[in-house]
């Protein structure tokens, strides 16, 4: 049962290009979730979505991020005129349920850095 | 904002001694949650404790969960060099919508010696 799988690991943009980040939760898993980590900080809840569903987009900046996690497909975290302060690391996690009893699973990163 | 706040932020011990970190959470939680960061890596899941306990141990691992003070702390004994890395807690809300959207603290960077 292979884990969360993130793609790219690393992905490098200029100032105003589109960062795309994908994330294929565990087999069996419908929950999904977003962070962000900032260096030297903890992560930051950015957006919760089930299939075909926004949950909870609380933690997500209101301009230039969207996210979706289609039918079929990975859930996919999509950056517009990306600036350089939207260079961290952003994992994903999946959760077969999504009380917040439950463990969360999360993916290696996609670290984005903004030249 | 943030739910979790950690202390030490940062930590340095000699292999075999015990480490112990703690965390301190602002809001109600349905439980309390410990991950593993190594290095450029993603999060590993380590120990969970619920609310209604007190004390839970994996391993070499003890944390123990205080909800009137709104605080808990890991304790790893006997630590190794494979310990170092960076440990978080996360709290998992009951609040209203509980979406299961965990809250992080900071961290603690813990390095042990060889």
């Known amino acids: 049962n292979a884990g969360v799988m993130q793609n790219p690991r690393h992905l490098v943009r200029r100032r105003g290009q589109e960062a795309r980040l994908r994330c294929s939760p565990m087999?069996?898993?419908?929950?999904v979730y977003w962070y962000r980590q900032l260096p030297e900080e903890g992560l930051k809840f950015m957006v919760y979505?089930?299939?075909?569903?926004?949950?909870?987009e609380s933690g997500m900046p209101k301009e230039r991020f969207s996210a979706e996690f289609p039918k079929e497909g990975p859930s996919i975290l999509r950056i517009q005129q990306v600036v350089r302060g939207d260079s961290a690391a952003y994992f994903c996690?999946?959760?077969?349920?999504?009380?917040?009893?439950?463990?969360?699973?999360f993916g290696a990163g996609t670290r984005l850095s903004v030249l | 904002s943030q739910q979790g706040e950690e202390d030490p932020q940062a930590l340095s011990i000699q292999e075999g001694e015990n480490a112990t970190m703690n965390c301190s959470y602002k809001?109600?939680?349905?439980?309390l949650q410990w991950y593993r960061q190594n290095s450029g890596r993603g999060l590993v899941h380590l120990i969970l404790?619920?609310?209604?306990?007190r004390e839970k141990h994996s391993g070499r691992l003890r944390v123990t969960l205080d909800t009137s003070k709104k605080s808990s702390s890991l304790l790893i004994t006997a630590s190794r060099a494979a310990d170092t890395a960076s440990y978080f807690c996360?709290?998992?809300?009951?609040?209203?919508?509980?979406?299961?959207?965990?809250?992080f603290g900071q961290g603690t960077t813990l390095q042990v010696k060889p």
């Open positions: 996690a999946s959760s077969p349920v999504p009380v917040a009893k439950n463990i969360q699973y």
């Open positions: 087999k069996g898993h419908s929950h």
């Open positions: 979505l089930q299939k075909e569903n926004i949950i909870d």
């Open positions: 809001t109600s939680i349905n439980n």
């Open positions: 404790i619920r609310s209604n306990e």
């Open positions: 996360a709290g998992g809300s009951n609040g209203s919508g509980n979406t299961g959207k965990l809250i």
